[in-house]
């Protein structure tokens, strides 16, 4: 027994290609959260024990939606180790990373005895192009 769903919804029985373009929308837009959210940093998940030298390289752009993935890797350095986050090749941090970075600096690394160290960070980070964003009303 099979279900006709053109049937069962009417409004969109025989719009074929409106169904592909909006699935090809909701992929695209998938993919791209994807990539996003996995290309946040770079990370060896090596196992790493007390005392070792562990380097952060953030990506060119680091937005809110990494900021959790970043929290858990931050949040599972050993005791004792060493950090170095690196964001010299970096061109945008969202506001959201750059606090939980500094509260992991600033907090959580000296309860956990962990030396941090931040490479190539600026003083301020925004949105490039900014001369061609319009505001149309």
Do not use: W
Not at 79 to 101: G, K, R
Not at 117 to 135: A, P, R
């Amino acid at each position: 027994m099979s279900i006709d769903l053109f049937a069962v919804y009417p409004p969109i029985k025989g719009e074929g290609l409106l169904i592909g373009v909006i699935a090809g929308l909701v992929t695209a837009f998938g993919a791209i959260l994807h990539g996003n959210l996995k290309n946040a940093y770079f990370f060896h998940k090596d196992k790493h024990h007390e005392g070792d030298l562990i380097r952060i390289r953030l990506a060119e752009e680091v937005s809110f939606l990494n900021k959790a993935a970043l929290r858990e890797t931050l949040d599972h350095i050993p005791d004792n180790a060493s950090v170095v986050i690196d964001a010299s090749h970096t061109d945008y941090i969202d506001f959201d990373v750059l606090e939980l970075i500094k509260e992991f600096r600033d907090i959580k690394a000296p309860l956990k005895n962990i030396q941090c160290k931040l490479e190539g960070f600026h003083d301020t980070y925004g949105i490039k192009n900014v001369s061609h964003v319009q505001s149309v009303h």
